[in-house]
């Protein structure tokens, strides 16, 4: 006989599981209308608050993303540079996959494992930490930053080849260089007067831009290129005048929602339904249905009825940004609209897309041992201690095996959506930049800064609002 | 029931195992010990460049050609700007401190204090002028004026992919005649490093 003493030993050793089972967003909630008031500074002591009971040890490069990119948001640029560094170091160190914790993940999920970043973390992490380093007028500190961008995208064409059957085979697009990062280079060598260097660069960021048409389209409306005529951008600094570069970032990054598959089982085949969960609200799952793919009936013979399991995948949805366009008045009276320079959140979507097949495929085959698992023992349960404790095992293993199937929705929440830039030459003094975030025709979100123009001389300002829809 | 819990337990052991933390040990060890972690540039590498450009520079004709235009008199060095150029951020104080002490050591050449340095011993020479004895005060306007300056660049090529890199440093000093702009010496050192990092571990 199946013993109770069994199924209760199953529920102990299942509850441990569930202890770090799902991954918790806690810590996120009330930080967007936060964000769209621009309140930093209580972000940052939401997000301090709650390292160790909603990050730990094992989400640290999660934590230290987060706050780094808060405190660079805050104007808190050393304390910005520290932590954006602890993330790019614990990234490199848990490149080396512990094989103890590679075990976790297959029994349980990929919540076990310690959070080791995404590619464009690894990737735009090196970005604000050169904006950080022009901040603090370390002009040198910010181009070795962008040195490291390019080694590491340099490493992620070699990580996911183009000639890889699989990629080409989907036909994905393919993240091989970042408009961004040349244009960020491009500044940091005009600031050096190395001119040749800086219209390698130039053209380099124009080739980004038109090879990689499936990555270079606009966050608020995917139909739309990210295009730049190449007289849009100099790098010549007009004959006694200097240049303010305006750098904008807009809206926040994207975040990872569960894709839940409910497998329903009829006698003699099974019933699969979606749904996506953004999982926002902490342990208890918002269950409103985003999207609903058609139900699908397999036939599979000799399927025994009425067990109800669920599986997560995860997924990558952008979110769109509030501000539609960013225009920058000077003095009241010179005008121009920045240009979109990176669909930051597309560059996320499409190197996740390179990398999630094998996730998909270890999740499926982890989730069908369980329930193959919890078939087989309910269908003997029923058969020796008859129909009430096969209907009990039947609950039981099946609830276990699908509370355990959640998917990893970790990803680091404070990076912007896309980023936007433009260029004035102006004469030499003071003047007042004022840049407004427009959605249609209102004002949203609008800034002011004074900047001093030197002859000859190049400076970004950096100006952001992080309101998404 | 038996397998069950044994089972369960084994994968209990598992996840227990896998939340562990690890425990720090600390020793002591000589200052001058080559210890390479992430093969990122250390100390071992700024001083090693500095003691083998430093003899190099030291042990060139310009110094004999110095002494003979000036009745044996040492000329008086300083060190200027050593550039990161690299993909790396190095602490350059550290490497300049170590070129300043390897030139001194030598001893073929005089030594002055740096811009940022004199900036200090300017200030209390001005406050020596109204607060210390006539005798003891130092005198303004008296300082040795460098006759040569040393200047530089360290740059890095990387090369990587998942789980190897290879680094390549390359430090370009040149020593140059402040009133002449004479390039008197250039002395490069190179270091290449390969990086590996396991895929897996225990």
Redesign the interface.
């Given at each position: 006989m199946f013993q109770r003493g069994s199924i209760i030993s199953i529920m102990l050793a299942a509850a441990l599981f569930l202890v770090a089972c799902g991954t918790s967003k806690a810590q996120y909630a009330g930080v967007d209308d936060k964000l769209r008031r621009g309140d930093y500074v209580s972000v940052v002591k939401q997000i301090s608050d709650l390292k160790e009971k909603e990050y730990g040890e094992k989400n640290r490069v999660l934590f230290y993303l987060d706050l780094g990119m808060l405190m660079h948001y805050a104007g808190q640029y050393q304390q910005s540079n520290e932590l954006l560094t602890q993330a790019e170091n614990a990234i490199e160190e848990l490149y080396t996959v512990s094989i103890s914790k590679e075990a976790g993940a297959a029994i349980v999920n990929d919540n076990t494992r310690e959070y080791s970043g995404e590619d464009y973390e690894d990737v735009y992490v090196n970005i604000f930490k050169a904006l950080n380093y022009l901040a603090l007028n370390d002009a040198e500190g910010a181009a070795v930053e962008a040195k490291k961008v390019h080694i590491k995208i340099n490493k992620l064409k070699d990580k996911y080849p183009i000639e890889d059957e699989e990629v080409k085979k989907q036909e994905l697009p393919v993240f091989k260089e970042s408009a961004l990062a040349y244009y960020m280079s491009m500044l940091l060598y005009r600031m050096e007067k190395a001119w040749d260097d800086a219209e390698i660069d130039r053209k380099k960021l124009m080739e980004a831009m038109s090879g990689q048409k499936g990555v270079y389209i606009k966050l608020s409306n995917p139909e739309e290129a990210i295009t730049l005529e190449d007289e849009a951008l100099a790098t010549a600094i007009p004959e006694g005048k200097g240049v303010v570069s305006v750098v904008s970032f807009n809206g926040l990054g994207p975040e990872k929602m569960a894709r839940i598959l409910n497998v329903n089982t009829l006698g003699g085949g099974i019933n699969i339904s979606s749904r996506l969960d953004d999982k926002k609200d902490g342990a208890k799952a918002d269950v409103r249905a985003l999207f609903q793919y058609p139900q699908m009936r397999i036939p599979i013979p000799l399927m025994p009825p009425g067990y109800n399991f669920t599986v997560e995948f995860p997924e990558m949805v952008s979110k769109r940004p509030m501000a539609h366009r960013i225009e920058v008045v000077v003095d009241g009276a010179q005008k121009m609209d920045l240009f979109p320079i990176e669909n930051i959140s597309r560059v996320a979507e499409v190197t996740f897309a390179q990398k999630i097949a094998s996730t998909y495929v270890k999740t499926l085959i982890r989730a069908g041992v369980k329930f193959a698992a919890a078939v087989v023992a309910s269908e003997a349960a029923n058969k020796a201690g008859g129909g009430l404790v096969g209907a009990i095992t039947r609950f039981g293993t099946s609830t276990i095996a699908s509370a355990t199937e959640k998917a990893d929705l970790r990803l680091s929440y404070f990076f912007p959506g896309e980023a936007f830039a433009g260029e004035l030459a102006l004469d030499p003094g003071e003047h007042q930049v004022t840049v407004t975030y427009y959605y249609g025709g209102g004002v949203i979100h609008q800034e002011k800064k004074t900047v001093t123009v030197k002859e000859g001389d190049l400076q970004v300002l950096e100006t952001f609002y992080l309101g998404s829809q | 029931?038996k397998k069950?819990?044994v089972l369960?337990?084994c994968?209990?052991v598992?996840?227990s195992?896998?939340?562990a933390?690890q425990s720090h040990k600390v020793t002591r060890t000589a200052s001058d010990e080559a210890i390479d972690l992430?093969g990122r540039w250390n100390d071992t590498d700024s001083r090693l460049v500095a003691e083998e450009m430093i003899r190099d520079v030291l042990s060139r004709a310009w110094i004999d050609d110095f002494n003979g235009a000036n009745e044996g008199k040492k000329p008086v060095v300083i060190v200027g700007r050593i550039?990161?150029?690299?993909?790396?951020?190095i602490a350059t104080d550290v490497f300049i401190k170590d070129l300043e002490r390897e030139l001194i050591n030598g001893g073929r050449i005089k030594f002055v204090a740096s811009k940022a340095e004199r900036g200090e011993l300017r200030s209390e020479k001005e406050d020596q002028q109204s607060n210390a004895t006539e005798d003891s005060a130092k005198k303004l306007a008296s300082e040795t004026g460098a006759d040569f300056m040393l200047q530089g660049t360290i740059s890095s090529v990387?090369d990587?992919?998942?789980?190897q890199k290879v680094v390549f440093y390359q430090v370009d000093l040149e020593l140059v005649n402040i009133e002449s702009n004479e390039k008197v010496w250039i002395g490069s050192k190179k270091i290449k490093k390969v990086v590996e990092?396991?895929?897996?571990?225990?």
């Amino acid at each position: 006989m199946f013993q109770r003493g069994s199924i209760i030993s199953i529920m102990l050793a299942a509850a441990l599981f569930l202890v770090a089972c799902g991954t918790s967003k806690a810590q996120y909630a009330g930080v967007d209308d936060k964000l769209r008031r621009g309140d930093y500074v209580s972000v940052v002591k939401q997000i301090s608050d709650l390292k160790e009971k909603e990050y730990g040890e094992k989400n640290r490069v999660l934590f230290y993303l987060d706050l780094g990119m808060l405190m660079h948001y805050a104007g808190q640029y050393q304390q910005s540079n520290e932590l954006l560094t602890q993330a790019e170091n614990a990234i490199e160190e848990l490149y080396t996959v512990s094989i103890s914790k590679e075990a976790g993940a297959a029994i349980v999920n990929d919540n076990t494992r310690e959070y080791s970043g995404e590619d464009y973390e690894d990737v735009y992490v090196n970005i604000f930490k050169a904006l950080n380093y022009l901040a603090l007028n370390d002009a040198e500190g910010a181009a070795v930053e962008a040195k490291k961008v390019h080694i590491k995208i340099n490493k992620l064409k070699d990580k996911y080849p183009i000639e890889d059957e699989e990629v080409k085979k989907q036909e994905l697009p393919v993240f091989k260089e970042s408009a961004l990062a040349y244009y960020m280079s491009m500044l940091l060598y005009r600031m050096e007067k190395a001119w040749d260097d800086a219209e390698i660069d130039r053209k380099k960021l124009m080739e980004a831009m038109s090879g990689q048409k499936g990555v270079y389209i606009k966050l608020s409306n995917p139909e739309e290129a990210i295009t730049l005529e190449d007289e849009a951008l100099a790098t010549a600094i007009p004959e006694g005048k200097g240049v303010v570069s305006v750098v904008s970032f807009n809206g926040l990054g994207p975040e990872k929602m569960a894709r839940i598959l409910n497998v329903n089982t009829l006698g003699g085949g099974i019933n699969i339904s979606s749904r996506l969960d953004d999982k926002k609200d902490g342990a208890k799952a918002d269950v409103r249905a985003l999207f609903q793919y058609p139900q699908m009936r397999i036939p599979i013979p000799l399927m025994p009825p009425g067990y109800n399991f669920t599986v997560e995948f995860p997924e990558m949805v952008s979110k769109r940004p509030m501000a539609h366009r960013i225009e920058v008045v000077v003095d009241g009276a010179q005008k121009m609209d920045l240009f979109p320079i990176e669909n930051i959140s597309r560059v996320a979507e499409v190197t996740f897309a390179q990398k999630i097949a094998s996730t998909y495929v270890k999740t499926l085959i982890r989730a069908g041992v369980k329930f193959a698992a919890a078939v087989v023992a309910s269908e003997a349960a029923n058969k020796a201690g008859g129909g009430l404790v096969g209907a009990i095992t039947r609950f039981g293993t099946s609830t276990i095996a699908s509370a355990t199937e959640k998917a990893d929705l970790r990803l680091s929440y404070f990076f912007p959506g896309e980023a936007f830039a433009g260029e004035l030459a102006l004469d030499p003094g003071e003047h007042q930049v004022t840049v407004t975030y427009y959605y249609g025709g209102g004002v949203i979100h609008q800034e002011k800064k004074t900047v001093t123009v030197k002859e000859g001389d190049l400076q970004v300002l950096e100006t952001f609002y992080l309101g998404s829809q | 029931m038996k397998k069950w819990t044994v089972l369960m337990l084994c994968v209990a052991v598992i996840f227990s195992v896998s939340c562990a933390s690890q425990s720090h040990k600390v020793t002591r060890t000589a200052s001058d010990e080559a210890i390479d972690l992430s093969g990122r540039w250390n100390d071992t590498d700024s001083r090693l460049v500095a003691e083998e450009m430093i003899r190099d520079v030291l042990s060139r004709a310009w110094i004999d050609d110095f002494n003979g235009a000036n009745e044996g008199k040492k000329p008086v060095v300083i060190v200027g700007r050593i550039r990161n150029k690299s993909s790396e951020h190095i602490a350059t104080d550290v490497f300049i401190k170590d070129l300043e002490r390897e030139l001194i050591n030598g001893g073929r050449i005089k030594f002055v204090a740096s811009k940022a340095e004199r900036g200090e011993l300017r200030s209390e020479k001005e406050d020596q002028q109204s607060n210390a004895t006539e005798d003891s005060a130092k005198k303004l306007a008296s300082e040795t004026g460098a006759d040569f300056m040393l200047q530089g660049t360290i740059s890095s090529v990387t090369d990587a992919v998942e789980g190897q890199k290879v680094v390549f440093y390359q430090v370009d000093l040149e020593l140059v005649n402040i009133e002449s702009n004479e390039k008197v010496w250039i002395g490069s050192k190179k270091i290449k490093k390969v990086v590996e990092q396991a895929k897996s571990k225990w």
